[in-house]
């Protein structure tokens, strides 16, 4: 469908115009994340950690507590982080300028209040320095409109990554938001398992990674850095020979040695005229550089996603 109003034009949101805030909010998506993380079992990769663009703004989806249920939801229009249990109790911390300390208090006590007492790991990971939340009163920018138009950006990505991830019939990941790197990831496996990863990053256990990537993949997805605006990015691992020399046929697209993939720029993207063309072919060639080079079995992965359409138009009558 055309987009022809503000409400669904891809924005333009400047990195430099809103670091303060997206800090900020980087580590209230960790606090939140470390919810979810204290109660839900684990899955492969960490997938039971993640948060998910919503129409509100980035949730947790249904969070177990024992026999309960709960979730948490960030709602950038009302400016809430809502809190919701299963016995219909809600409780709401405003977002707004303040601490990480303060949100972290109010949260937790929001938890409390709702008889959803939780423990978490009280420093953030994949940061440096690694400040306590409860003494963190460095972060503490807070632009409303900001964060909005962030989540437009994650709106537009999410849509896309998911009818990416629609034409892969083999294992591949929910386009989720992870809040360690504050990036949202649709990632695809070959069925291989993948050498030890050697870890590394900032204030994370090395076996957290080893975890993550215990599986051959090709990973994608927006983040908001990596250029004046953010970027789409991609990368393989193991990165199979020759990967990083692939010449991509997308406007604007190179790989970064320095980051280990290949980076696509917001701006190119909400400039150009098929801003969907353009990140759906940056999505598709550096996954066929992942696959063709790492000799994945890409007769057993592929699926032809239109094939229920394609049904439907020759049998109208006969399929609901």
């Not at 333009?12 to 980087?26: G, I, K, Y």
């Not at 420093?123 to 939340?133: A, M, Q």
Request: net charge negative; proline share 7%; with cysteine.
């Amino acid at each position: 469908m055309p987009e022809t109003n503000s409400a669904t034009a891809w924005p333009q949101l400047r990195v430099a115009d809103w670091t303060d805030t997206r800090e900020t909010l980087h580590m209230w998506t960790q606090v939140v994340g470390k919810i979810r993380l204290a109660h839900a079992p684990l899955l492969n990769h960490w997938w039971q950690v993640t948060l998910y663009v919503s129409p509100r703004g980035l949730t947790t989806s249904a969070i177990p507590y024992a026999d309960r249920l709960f979730d948490i939801e960030f709602d950038f229009f009302a400016q809430q982080l809502v809190i919701r249990a299963d016995n219909g109790d809600t409780r709401s911390v405003v977002l707004a300028p303040k601490s990480v300390a303060q949100f972290y208090t109010e949260t937790m006590q929001a938890l409390d209040e709702l008889g959803l007492e939780t423990r978490i790991q009280g420093r953030p990971n994949e940061v440096d320095p690694s400040i306590p939340f409860a003494e963190d009163t460095r972060h503490i920018s807070y632009d409303p409109q900001s964060a909005q138009t962030f989540w437009r950006q994650l709106v537009h990505a999410n849509r896309l990554l998911n009818e990416f991830r629609s034409g892969f019939s083999g294992k591949s990941s929910p386009v989720h938001f992870y809040w360690g790197a504050m990036d949202l990831a649709c990632t695809r496996f070959s069925g291989r398992s993948a050498p030890e990863h050697g870890g590394g990053a900032p204030y994370c256990a090395d076996w957290v990674m080893v975890e993550g990537y215990s599986h051959e993949l090709s990973s994608c997805g927006f983040w908001p850095g990596g250029g004046a605006e953010g970027a789409f990015y991609a990368y393989s691992y193991p990165e199979p020979d020759g990967y990083r020399e692939r010449r991509l046929h997308v406007p604007g697209a190179a790989y970064d040695a320095d980051l280990g993939e290949f980076v696509l720029p917001y701006e190119r993207v909400r400039a150009a005229d098929d801003p969907n063309a353009l990140v759906t072919a940056f999505l598709r060639e550096t996954y066929e550089a992942a696959a063709e080079l790492g000799h994945w079995d890409r007769n057993t992965l592929e699926c032809n996603p239109l094939r229920w359409a394609l049904k439907r138009a020759a049998a109208p009558w006969s399929l609901r």
